[in-house]
Nanobody, 115 residues
Framework: QVQLVESGGGLVQPGGSLRLSCAASGSGFSHYVMGWYRQAPGKQREWVAE???????NYADSVKGRFTISRDNAKKTVDLQMNSLKPEDTAVYYC?????????WGQGTQVTVSS
């Protein structure tokens, strides 16, 4: 299994941008489905985006057109470029690696969108 560490969170004004990165260690990274999830205070964790080993990409409707997921298998990283951020994007963002039946999560990185 892979171990995951997220980075890149912070405070940004509405309309701004942030780029999150998830670094993986361990073998077989290129075979994993990589995903980003988020959890806002008092809410359940929700799926944001995913990128398969075959480069199939899917986004939640709430972020479609604003967020872009990408991966670099050589560097074992998956990024989430977030543009046109809104206050409702405020959450802890988590990276997830899935290769059935295994799944790993990172520790999360805080994103706060506020003026």
């Amino acid at each position: 299994q892979v171990q995951l560490v997220e980075s890149g969170g912070g405070l940004v004004q509405p309309g701004g941008s942030l780029r999150l990165s998830c670094a993986a260690s361990g073998s077989g990274f290129s075979h994993y489905v990589m995903g980003w999830y988020r959890q806002a205070p008092g809410k359940q964790r929700e799926w944001v985006a995913e990128l398969s080993s075959g480069n199939t990409i899917n986004y939640a409707d709430s972020v479609k057109g604003r967020f872009t997921i990408s991966r670099d298998n050589a560097k074992k990283t998956v990024d989430l470029q977030m543009n046109s951020l809104k206050p409702e994007d405020t959450a802890v963002y988590y990276c997830r690696a899935t290769l059935e039946p295994y799944s790993s999560w990172g520790q999360g990185t805080q994103v706060t969108v506020s003026s």
